[in-house]
């Protein structure tokens, strides 16, 4: 029997869904396409959000097959670059100090580079888990 990999949280996707209207949740489960254009429609006005409720399990799946399992925590990282990316501190946890310290010198690297990680950060991790086997 095969091991199912649960590199991504469901409860993490509906608190994120909340938010959903910026696309936050679309980010999370690696979808950055559509999470931007989320951000840009609110949500494609609030109907495609609506309709996530039910698609966040299939999101989930899809991550959990998509991502490699590791010692980076998926979860954990989104959180520390929700709520501190600015900060640079979701960089440190992965182990990349040196840009850890910049994105807290310069603001995320003046928020491009706190963008370009909501878009990326996904395969940093699931590359970082990969190199640690």
Not at 43 to 53: C, N, T, V
Not at 92 to 116: A, E, H, Q
Request: glycine share 12%.
């Amino acid at each position: 029997m095969m091991h199912r990999s649960n590199t991504h949280l469901k409860s993490i996707g509906y608190i994120l869904w909340i938010f959903g209207f910026l696309g936050a949740h679309r980010f999370y489960y690696g979808k950055p396409i559509s999470g931007i254009i989320y951000f840009l429609t609110f949500g494609l006005l609030g109907i495609g959000w609506l309709i996530d409720l039910f698609l966040i399990p299939s999101l989930d799946r899809q991550a959990d097959r998509k991502y490699r399992e590791g010692p980076i925590d998926y979860s954990l990282a989104w959180i520390l670059l929700t709520f501190g990316g600015i900060f640079g501190v979701h960089r440190m946890y992965m182990g990349k100090w040196l840009t850890g310290l910049l994105y807290l010198c310069t603001g995320g690297l003046f928020l491009i580079g706190y963008l370009y990680d909501y878009c990326t950060l996904n395969d940093q991790i699931s590359l970082i888990n990969t190199e640690a086997i």
